[in-house]
C-alpha cells in the first residue's frame, strides 16, 4: 500500500495500481437492444442503456428521448386536489389571506415561490412564510405555525414540501380556525395529519406521480387550480401561463435529488430551458453572480446555483433566497443575489473548517482493518453545514459518517449519510437509547444526542457497522453501462447520448466500457500537485484524449488497460473534440 496526496492534500492511502472502484456491468437484453436499435436508427450502445433503464419498445423510447409536456397527467389524479382547489377559488373570490408556509431548503423555497406568484398573479391576497433552521427546526413545527398565524392572520394556510406528518400542528390550526392545506412529498408516517386536503404524491398509485419533488407537487396544485378557475373564475386564470414557472420546478426537482424520471423528466427537460432564456430576473441576477452562461444542465442546480439558494437557509435566513426568486426590482435581485453568493462562501469556509477538523479526529484512530463508520463531534460546529461535512466524509473513508456539532449546553445535532448496504435509519434505531430524537431515510438522517452519550454512540455505531460491512469490499461501485470499442467513441454517439439529459438520480450519465486500451505515448500528471491523469489512448487505430480528474497519485499499470469512462466535448479554447473523462481504469485480463 501506498500513500499519496490527492487534488485537495488529503492524506489517503490508494492501491498503486488501480481499479479503485468495483466494476458492475448493468445487464441488457441484447436482442431487444438490436431491435430498437435498428427501428429508432440509433447508435446500439445507446439503445442499450436504453433497453436497461426499461424503455424497451420504440414508444416507451421515443417518450423518453423527447419528452413533451402533453404527456403530464391530470392533476386531479393526486388525492384530494379536487377538495383544495375548491377551497382556493373560494380564498381568491372572496380575497381571503392565504399564506404558503414552505421550507428552507431549495426545494421549499421555490416551491413557496412558484405557489405564491402563481396565486398572486390570479389576484389572491398571498404572503409567503419560511420557518428558521435554528428557532423552529424543519417542516410545520407548532411554534413556526404560531409565529405564522400572529404575523399574517391567514384564513387559508398551504404547506409546501412539509406537513404530511405534522398531525399536532395541523390540530391548532383548526383551533385556530385556519384552513390548512398540506403539499408535500415526503414519506407518510403512521399517523398522518388530518388538513382540509392532504396532496401528497406518496398516497397515489402512479408511480411517474410519486416521484415528484415538493415543488413538482405544487406546480400540480397550480395546473389543477388554473383548468378549474378557467371555469369558475375565468378573471383569475387569464394569462396565467404555467410554462413560465418551469424553470423554479426545475431548480427544486434537480436539487432535492428527485429521480429524473416519469413527470420529473419531462418538467426538467423544459424548465431547464426556461432556465437557459429565463426572464425572472432573480434566477438571471443568480445566473450572473454565479457566472453561468450558455445552456443550463443539471449540473448547474445541483453544484452551483441550488447550493448558492441553500447557503441563506444553512447560515440565515430562507426569505433572502426567497425574496430574490419573487422579486421584480432588478436592482433588488442583483443585491439578493449578491448577498447569497458570500453566504455561501462564508458556508464553503465554514464547512471545510468542519471538514478538516473532523478528518484529524477520525485520523487519529482510523484503522481501516476495525473502523467501519465514522463519527465526529465537537462544540461549535455549524449544524447548517454538517450534513455536507458528512457526504465528504463518506466519499473520504467509504463508510457511514456522523457529523454532530454540540453547543454551550451540551446538546448535540447529528447529521448522517450512509453508503448502499446499510441502512442509517435501522442503525440509528438499534442506538435509540443514547439518543433523544433521530429520523431520517436510508441514506440520510438527523439525530439529537447529549454530549455525554457521543463517546458511548461513536462506538455503538462502530459495532453495528462492522456487523454488516467487515470483510465486504468497501471500495465505491462503479456502474458501466456498456462495453464499446474505442472506435465506436464518434461524434454520433456523443450528440445523441446528450438525448438522455437531464441526468441525474435515477438517469445518471452514461458510463462506458472499453478493454484492451494501449497508453500511447507519456502519461502526464497536470493540476495541483499532479492530481490528474492525461493520457492519449489507443485501440484499434482510434486515438482519443482522456483526463481522469483524481486520478493523478495512480500507478499506471503495466501492458494495455480496460477502462470506464463518459464522454464530453473538450471546449477549452473552442477546440471541441471529444475527450473521454476517466472514472477508472485497470489492468486488462488475458
Not at 501 to 513: A, Q
Request: charged share 25%; aromatic share 4%.
Amino acid at each position: 500500500m501506498t500513500e499519496v496526496r490527492t487534488v485537495n492534500d488529503e492524506r489517503r492511502t490508494l492501491n498503486p495500481s488501480p481499479p479503485l472502484k468495483r466494476w458492475i456491468d448493468v445487464p441488457v437484453d441484447e436482442s431487444a437492444a438490436s431491435s430498437l436499435s435498428s427501428e429508432l436508427e440509433l447508435p446500439l450502445p445507446l439503445a442499450r442503456i436504453l433497453v436497461s433503464r426499461g424503455y424497451n419498445t420504440p414508444e416507451a423510447a421515443d417518450s423518453f428521448l423527447s419528452p413533451r409536456l402533453s404527456e403530464v397527467g391530470d392533476p386531479f389524479l393526486l388525492p384530494d386536489m379536487a377538495v383544495a382547489v375548491e377551497r382556493l377559488i373560494r380564498a381568491l373570490r372572496d380575497r381571503e389571506r392565504i399564506v404558503v408556509f414552505g421550507d428552507y431548503d431549495v426545494d421549499g423555497v421555490t416551491s413557496t415561490a412558484l405557489l405564491s406568484t402563481v396565486l398572486t398573479r390570479m389576484g389572491g391576497d398571498v404572503v409567503g412564510f419560511l420557518p428558521s433552521r435554528f428557532e423552529d427546526g424543519y417542516g410545520l413545527t407548532e411554534g413556526a405555525l404560531q409565529r405564522c398565524i400572529e404575523q399574517h392572520k391567514p384564513s387559508v394556510i398551504i404547506t409546501v414540501d412539509c406537513g404530511t406528518n405534522s398531525a399536532d400542528s395541523v390540530v391548532v390550526a383548526a383551533e385556530a380556525d385556519v384552513d390548512v392545506i398540506v403539499t408535500d412529498h415526503h414519506e407518510p408516517a403512521e399517523e398522518v395529519a388530518k388538513p382540509l386536503a392532504l396532496i401528497n404524491p406518496m398516497l397515489s398509485e402512479s408511480e411517474s406521480i410519486r416521484m415528484l419533488a415538493g415543488v413538482g407537487v405544487a406546480f400540480k396544485l397550480c395546473h389543477a387550480l388554473i383548468k378549474q378557475a378557467r371555469i369558475d373564475l375565468p378573471e383569475a386564470a387569464e394569462g396565467v401561463d404555467l410554462r413560465d414557472w418551469l424553470d423554479l420546478v426545475a431548480l427544486g426537482t434537480v436539487a432535492d435529488v428527485a429521480q429524473l424520471k416519469g413527470e420529473n423528466r419531462i418538467l426538467v427537460r423544459h424548465g431547464l430551458a426556461r432556465l437557459t432564456s429565463t426572464s425572472r430576473l432573480g434566477v438571471q441576477a443568480l445566473k450572473d453572480v454565479a457566472k453561468v452562461r450558455g445552456d443550463v444542465d443539471a449540473y448547474h442546480i445541483g453544484f452551483v446555483l441550488g447550493p448558492r439558494i441553500n447557503a441563506a437557509g444553512r447560515l440565515a435566513s430562507g426569505h433572502t433566497a426567497l425574496d430574490l426568486l419573487v422579486s421584480d426590482n432588478a436592482d433588488v435581485c442583483r443585491t439578493l443575489a449578491a448577498e447569497l453568493d458570500d453566504t455561501n462562501k462564508e458556508r464553503r469556509e465554514i464547512e471545510d473548517e468542519i471538514r478538516i477538523a473532523a478528518e484529524a479526529q477520525i485520523d487519529e484512530r482510523f484503522d481501516p482493518e476495525v473502523v467501519f463508520g465514522v463519527v465526529a463531534a465537537a462544540e461549535g460546529w455549524h449544524v447548517g453545514t454538517i450534513g455536507i461535512v458528512a457526504s465528504r466524509l463518506v466519499r473520504k473513508y467509504q463508510r457511514p459518517a456522523i457529523v454532530i456539532g454540540i453547543d454551550e449546553e451540551g446538546n448535540g445535532r447529528g447529521s448522517g449519510r450512509s453508503i448502499e448496504g446499510l441502512n442509517l435509519v435501522d442503525m440509528l434505531d438499534a442506538c435509540e437509547d443514547l439518543l433523544e430524537t433521530h429520523g431520517g431515510h436510508a441514506m440520510a438522517a438527523g439525530l439529537n444526542i447529549q454530549a455525554d452519550n457521543v463517546d458511548a454512540f461513536r462506538e455503538r455505531v462502530n459495532d453495528l457497522c462492522a456487523a454488516q460491512l467487515k470483510g465486504t469490499d468497501l471500495r465505491p461501485a462503479q456502474r458501466v453501462d456498456a462495453w464499446i470499442s474505442l472506435g465506436e467513441v464518434d461524434r454520433d454517439l456523443y450528440e445523441q447520448s446528450l438525448r438522455l439529459k437531464p441526468c441525474g438520480m435515477g438517469n445518471p450519465k452514461p458510463v462506458w466500457g472499453a478493454r484492451h486500451v494501449q497508453v500511447a505515448g507519456q502519461p502526464r500528471r497536470v493540476g495541483k500537485e499532479g492530481a490528474h491523469l492525461k493520457l492519449l489512448l489507443a485501440a484499434g487505430g482510434t486515438q482519443l484524449d482522456a483526463i481522469g480528474f483524481g486520478l493523478g497519485p495512480c500507478e499506471l499499470p503495466e501492458g494495455p488497460i480496460d477502462i470506464v469512462f463518459e464522454i464530453a466535448e473538450d471546449t477549452y479554447r473552442g477546440h471541441g473534440a471529444l475527450q473521454l473523462i476517466l472514472k477508472d481504469l485497470g489492468p486488462s485480463a488475458g
